[in-house]
C-alpha cells in the first residue's frame, strides 16, 4: 500500500517551454501531496504544500507564477514548470500524506529527472 | 533558523557490521521524526518512524533512537548489506499541516 507515481520519469525540453508533471496516489487518497526539488546532492527542498480543491501553499522564494500546482483530486497532483530555463533543471519529487498506518506519514513519488536545454 | 542537520555526510561500513547513522534536530517542537532511503535516481523510500512520546522504535533490521534531551535522532541498521547503500535523511515534521524538514543527508556505502 502507499504508492506514489509520477510520470513522467524524465523530461528534456528546450527553453521556455513548459512541462507538466502528474503525480498520483495509487491505492490511496492523499489528503495533501508535496512538492520538491533536489539538486544533486543535496537535500529535498520543499516547493510548496498542495490540498485537494484549495490554492498551493508555496515556500518562501519560490514562485507561484513560475511553478503552478494543481489539485484537481484526492488522487493526482500536477506540477507545471512555466517557461522552463536552464537553470530549472533538476530532479523533482512529489509525495503524498493520508496512506499507510501513519496518516502523517509522506511517501514519495520516483521523482521526475527535468532537463532543459 | 530552525533546521535539521546529520553528524556525518558520509558513512563506509564492511557487509556484516552495523551501521549508525545520526541526525540532529533543533525544533524541540517537533513531534514526529522520519528515517528515508533514496537510492540514486529514485524517490525516498520510508523506512521507519518514531513520535516523541517514544525513546526506541525497531522495525526490521532497523532501529530509531530518539533523545529528546539533546535533539538527537539516530539510525541503526543491523547487518549491513550492499542492498543498504543509499543516501540516508531525517526528516522532521513541523507545524499541524504535515510539512516535513529534511536534514542534509548521509550516504552510507557497504564494502562486500
Same mark, same amino acid.
Given at each position: 500500500?502507499?504508492?506514489?507515481?509520477?510520470?513522467?520519469?524524465?523530461?528534456?525540453?528546450?527553453?521556455?517551454?513548459?512541462?507538466?508533471?502528474?503525480?498520483?496516489?495509487?491505492?490511496?487518497?492523499?489528503?495533501?501531496?508535496?512538492?520538491?526539488?533536489?539538486?544533486?546532492?543535496?537535500?529535498?527542498?520543499?516547493?510548496?504544500?498542495?490540498?485537494?480543491?484549495?490554492?498551493?501553499?508555496?515556500?518562501?522564494?519560490?514562485?507561484?507564477?513560475?511553478? $503552478?500546482?494543481?489539485?484537481?483530486?484526492?488522487? $493526482?497532483?500536477?506540477?507545471?514548470?512555466?517557461?522552463?530555463?536552464?537553470?530549472?533543471?533538476?530532479?523533482?519529487?512529489?509525495?503524498?500524506?493520508?496512506?499507510?498506518?501513519?496518516?502523517?506519514?509522506?511517501?514519495?513519488?520516483?521523482?521526475?529527472? $527535468?532537463?532543459?536545454? | 533558523?530552525?533546521?535539521?542537520?546529520?553528524?556525518?555526510?558520509?558513512?563506509?561500513?564492511?557487509?556484516?557490521?552495523?551501521?549508525?547513522?545520526?541526525?540532529?534536530?533543533?525544533?524541540?517542537?517537533?513531534?514526529?521524526?522520519?528515517?528515508?532511503?533514496?537510492?540514486?535516481?529514485?524517490?525516498?523510500?520510508?523506512?521507519? /518512524?518514531?513520535?516523541?512520546?517514544?525513546?526506541?522504535?525497531?522495525?526490521?533490521? =532497523?532501529?530509531?533512537?530518539?533523545?529528546?534531551? =539533546?535533539?538527537?535522532?539516530?539510525?541503526?541498521?543491523?547487518?549491513?548489506?550492499?542492498? /543498504?547503500?543509499?543516501?540516508?535523511?531525517?526528516?522532521?515534521? =513541523?507545524?499541524?499541516?504535515?510539512?516535513?524538514?529534511?536534514?542534509?543527508?548521509?550516504?552510507?556505502? =557497504?564494502?562486500?
Amino acid at each position: 500500500g502507499a504508492v506514489v507515481s509520477q510520470h513522467p520519469s524524465r523530461v528534456i525540453c528546450k527553453s521556455g517551454t513548459s512541462v507538466k508533471i502528474e503525480c498520483r496516489s495509487l491505492d490511496f487518497q492523499a489528503t495533501t501531496m508535496f512538492w520538491y526539488r533536489q539538486f544533486p546532492k543535496q537535500s529535498l527542498m520543499l516547493m510548496a504544500t498542495s490540498n485537494e480543491g484549495s490554492k498551493a501553499t508555496y515556500e518562501q522564494g519560490v514562485e507561484k507564477d513560475k511553478f $503552478l500546482i494543481n489539485h484537481a483530486s484526492l488522487t $493526482l497532483s500536477t506540477l507545471t514548470v512555466t517557461s522552463a530555463h536552464p537553470e530549472d533543471s533538476s530532479f523533482y519529487i512529489c509525495s503524498a500524506m493520508g496512506g499507510g498506518e501513519n496518516q502523517e506519514t509522506q511517501y514519495f513519488g520516483p521523482g521526475t529527472r $527535468l532537463l532543459v536545454l | 533558523g530552525e533546521s535539521v542537520g546529520l553528524h556525518l555526510p558520509t558513512l563506509s561500513v564492511q557487509e556484516g557490521d552495523n551501521s549508525i547513522i545520526n541526525c540532529a534536530y533543533s525544533n524541540s517542537a517537533s513531534d514526529y521524526f522520519i528515517w528515508y532511503k533514496q537510492e540514486s535516481g529514485k524517490g525516498p523510500q520510508f523506512i521507519i /518512524d518514531i513520535r516523541s512520546n517514544m525513546d526506541k522504535r525497531q522495525g526490521q533490521r =532497523v532501529t530509531v533512537l530518539l533523545n529528546k534531551t =539533546v535533539k538527537h535522532l539516530s539510525l541503526q541498521i543491523a547487518a549491513t548489506q550492499p542492498g /543498504d547503500s543509499a543516501v540516508y535523511f531525517c526528516a522532521e515534521k =513541523v507545524g499541524q499541516g504535515g510539512k516535513l524538514i529534511f536534514g542534509q543527508g548521509t550516504e552510507l556505502s =557497504v564494502k562486500p
